[in-house]
């Protein structure tokens, strides 16, 4: 059954509204600031499976995202169109390849990473001279995690370096890399096993470190639980930590620092 759409709060969204606000402000009656106030909560749509929030990136610099797993095929079908309608970025996380498939055969222009796991389309275009982001992950393993936050990242329009297999079992490969990590407005440092690294890095430069335990590793890392608690746990200072393999969570929060 096709799920039935329909926007909430049709007054308060209606075209008149619109019109006569927008009035008010060339006229001088209502700042700017006021009539932003007034449109940043507005508009969601609810398709009966899901509440889109359209203005997310309004109100918190970042758009609303797609958490693949556990929904249905149509529910993404349902989801994806009226996203895709609103014309902004869209990402749709943790979506398997042959779900993409299907997908792509029904929207046109709809793109995959299958590293990432992340679908995607109408990204923002990255300012030429913004300082870069830098992603880097102790190890090969942990690389899908680190791509799922760089690409998340570029679709938000950020510059992004990408540093991958940099862990501390062999720290001759980091300190070739000081120079680029100096320069990082943040740094997302992605590992596993036994998760030292993002107290390495955060102990070299000034930017913030946003730290992503992965689950990967042998028995005792207790799918990421130890990694996880070893850089909660870390003395070096300017380190945040996200949850487990959330790459995407650790790409939002390095987003929106100035």
């Known amino acids: 059954m096709k799920p039935t759409v329909r926007k909430t709060k049709p007054a308060l969204f209606s075209s008149q509204t619109l019109s006569r606000t927008f009035e008010a402000v060339a006229r001088g009656r209502l700042s700017s600031e006021e009539a932003f106030r007034r449109f940043r909560n507005l508009p969601y749509e609810t398709l009966g499976c899901a509440r889109i929030d359209h203005h997310r990136r309004m109100r918190k610099g970042i758009p609303e995202a ?11 079908c349902a989801i994806t169109e009226r996203m895709k309608r609103s014309g902004e970025p869209l990402l749709i996380t ?3 390849g042959t779900v993409f498939r299907k997908l792509k055969r029904r929207f046109c222009g709809l793109r995959y990473s299958e590293t990432a796991r992340l679908a995607y389309w109408n990204t923002q275009k990255a300012p030429k001279n913004e300082t870069a982001i830098v992603v880097i992950s102790a190890g090969t393993s942990d690389i899908p995690v680190a791509e799922e936050a760089a690409l998340t990242l570029e679709i938000l329009g950020k510059n992004v370096v990408r540093i991958f297999d940099c862990g501390v079992a062999g720290l001759h490969r980091l300190a070739d890399q000081i120079p680029v990590l100096e320069k990082a407005k943040a740094v997302i440092c992605v590992a596993g096993m036994e ?5 390495v890095v955060a102990g070299l430069v000034s930017a913030p470190v946003i730290a992503v335990p992965t689950s990967v590793g042998y028995g005792a890392h207790l799918g990421g639980f130890t990694a996880l608690f070893a850089m909660l746990t870390s003395c070096a200072q300017g380190i945040s930590v996200v949850n487990i393999d959330n790459g995407f969570g650790a790409a939002c929060f390095a987003a929106l620092i100035k």
Do not use: E, I, M
């Open 66 to 76: 797609v958490y693949a797993s556990g929904k249905s095929f149509g529910q993404l």
């Open 94 to 96: 943790r979506l398997d």
């Open 195 to 199: 998760g030292a690294l993002p107290g």
